[in-house]
């Protein structure tokens, strides 16, 4: 290939390389880390992860919202590579997390972001939105929930609705209980016949206990045969 033809490897595969950087953050008394990218005038983007990760799961989103948001994923205390105190030197609960992310933040400068959560990034986001509504600009509306699904998908009419709509009952309403497809259909004394259970354990007929049924299990000149999901007693025909 010569130089004339010779083009850059981003222009080639069309990827744009884009900086991310990692950075450390002392926050009441406490060393942080965190990853950041992007322009600073972008909207913000703050992604907290769950356990038992850290911000680097999210290595390949951070670049790829780079071009958009000012994204910043932080390593809650005690995680990845911030400090991670003895549980006598400092309360591990999802209050006094938050209260590190809210001050990392301050530190930071951001003022209003939007907040993406997984697993312990959840209750923490969610006490960030109540402790100061104004900051928060978007979290799972139901907009961003039906975007996640359909997004990037060839027929979005193969994805059902019901995955981002309740199926019935408005706000606040109780939606009725699912019935198990394998619920007790007997019950003798108090007890069950289910035949997971009668297959582990005991089963209470009555007030008696038999075993649970065998090929060859005879008691009392009664067999004891399963048959469809259910147990029978049938007397044995006289020799």
């Given at each position: 290939?010569?130089?004339?033809?010779?083009?850059?490897?981003?222009e080639?595969?069309?990827?744009?390389?884009v900086a991310?950087?990692?950075?450390?953050?002392?926050?009441?008394?406490?060393?942080?880390?965190?990853?950041?990218?992007?322009?600073?005038?972008?909207?913000?983007?703050?992604?907290?992860?769950?356990?038992?990760?850290?911000?680097?799961?999210?290595?390949?989103?951070?670049?790829?919202?780079?071009?958009?948001?000012?994204?910043?994923?932080?390593?809650?205390?005690?995680?990845?590579l911030?400090?991670?105190?003895?549980?006598?030197?400092?309360?591990?609960?999802?209050?006094?997390?938050?209260d590190?992310?809210?001050a990392l933040?301050?530190?930071?400068?951001?003022?209003?972001?939007?907040?993406?959560?997984?697993?312990?990034?959840?209750?923490?986001?969610?006490?960030?939105?109540?402790?100061?509504?104004?900051?928060?600009?978007?979290?799972?509306?139901?907009?961003?929930?039906k975007?996640?699904?359909?997004?990037?998908?060839p027929?979005?009419?193969?994805?059902s609705?019901d995955?981002?709509?309740?199926?019935?009952g408005?706000?606040?309403?109780?939606?009725?209980?699912?019935?198990?497809a394998?619920?007790?259909?007997?019950?003798?004394?108090?007890?069950?016949?289910?035949?997971?259970?009668?297959?582990?354990?005991?089963?209470?007929?009555?007030?008696?206990?038999?075993?649970?049924?065998?090929?060859?299990?005879?008691?009392?000149?009664?067999?004891?045969?399963?048959?469809?999901?259910?147990y029978?007693?049938?007397?044995q025909?006289?020799?």
């Amino acid at each position: 290939m010569t130089r004339r033809t010779r083009k850059r490897s981003s222009e080639i595969t069309g990827v744009v390389m884009v900086a991310v950087h990692h950075r450390h953050a002392q926050v009441r008394g406490r060393r942080l880390f965190y990853r950041e990218a992007g322009p600073a005038d972008l909207p913000a983007v703050v992604l907290l992860h769950g356990f038992p990760t850290s911000s680097f799961m999210f290595r390949g989103l951070v670049p790829a919202l780079a071009d958009g948001y000012h994204v910043i994923a932080p390593d809650h205390l005690g995680f990845g590579l911030s400090d991670a105190p003895p549980a006598d030197e400092f309360a591990y609960t999802f209050d006094a997390l938050t209260d590190l992310t809210a001050a990392l933040l301050d530190h930071l400068g951001v003022a209003r972001y939007a907040i993406y959560v997984q697993d312990y990034g959840a209750p923490i986001g969610w006490r960030l939105a109540p402790n100061d509504p104004a900051a928060i600009r978007e979290a799972l509306t139901l907009d961003a929930i039906k975007w996640q699904y359909l997004t990037g998908v060839p027929d979005p009419s193969l994805v059902s609705p019901d995955t981002w709509h309740r199926r019935r009952g408005g706000p606040g309403e109780r939606l009725p209980a699912r019935r198990c497809a394998c619920r007790p259909r007997r019950r003798f004394g108090g007890a069950t016949t289910h035949p997971k259970r009668a297959r582990t354990g005991r089963v209470m007929r009555g007030m008696r206990t038999i075993a649970p049924p065998r090929s060859s299990a005879r008691r009392r000149g009664t067999r004891i045969a399963r048959q469809g999901g259910r147990y029978r007693r049938s007397r044995q025909s006289p020799r």
